[in-house]
């Protein structure tokens, strides 16, 4: 079955694009905020960029993706964890939660700001039934690529992807930074048994995406996509 035939190749294109922008975001502000608390691995290493081939992770971004697409969601995934020195770090403890808790802000704020765009196109384009509702209530590019078109489809899967990355790496699974979020913020001997469980983290986030268990990232996004039709 080739799935891919269901979908238009040019938001394929966009989704990915997209994607790894936000990956990019996602990690570089991971190592931004490591750099601020004292800790300069990260940079040194060339982390703190947009570049998209600086954060590569073969299953998490490029693996996990595609069995997104396969199952007719919008692409998420992870990038290469940013490494940090814990005993470079000033207050090691609030630096980690700090740390963990920048990539999903960075995608949220990203988000945001392509919200708050795609409002402004919309209140632009008032009485339209252009490519903003079209977008909005199918996920899929119009007909006719226009400029307009490819700049909707841009902001569109802006909101969508960095809005799931930030709800999806919350999920206190390892390698997802909401695991790394309840480390800092546990006790040690709880934080003990999260590291010890940590190598089966992959099969449980493949096993929950096998049996749908992710929708539930994707009803916030709903609720974006009905708010911006009422605008």
């Known amino acids: 079955m080739n799935f ?3 979908l238009n190749a040019g938001v394929i294109a966009i989704q990915i694009a ?3 922008f936000s990956l990019g975001l996602h990690e570089a502000a991971h190592a931004w905020m490591a750099s601020r608390w004292g800790d300069d691995t990260a940079r040194s290493l060339g982390r703190v960029t947009l570049n998209p ?3 590569v992770d073969p299953v998490g971004t490029l693996l996990f993706p595609i069995l997104m697409l396969a ?3 919008p692409v998420i995934g992870w990038a290469r964890p940013v490494p940090f020195d814990p005993s470079r770090l000033r207050d090691a403890g609030r630096a980690q939660l700090f740390i963990s808790l920048a990539g999903p802000a960075s995608n949220l704020a990203a988000a945001a700001a392509a919200f708050a765009l795609l409002a402004v196109l919309k209140l632009a384009m008032a009485g339209s ?3 903003i509702f079209f977008l909005a209530a199918t996920m899929r590019l119009p007909g006719e690529q226009t400029i307009l078109a490819a ?3 841009i902001l569109f899967y802006l909101v969508v ?3 799931a990355l930030a709800i999806f790496n919350l999920i206190p699974i390892p390698p997802l930074d909401g695991h790394w979020i309840l480390y800092a913020i546990l006790p040690a001997g709880a934080a003990g048994a999260i590291r010890r469980f940590g190598s089966y983290g992959f099969l449980l986030l493949y096993l929950m995406m096998f049996m749908g268990m992710f929708r539930f990232i994707f009803i916030p996004i709903d609720w974006m996509r009905r708010l911006l039709l009422t605008i």
């Open 4 to 6: 891919l035939a269901d």
């Open 18 to 20: 997209v994607l790894l």
């Open 53 to 55: 081939r600086a954060h």
């Open 71 to 73: 199952a007719h969601l």
């Open 129 to 131: 039934r252009g490519p």
């Open 151 to 153: 700049v909707v489809g």
């Open 161 to 163: 992807i960095n809005l």
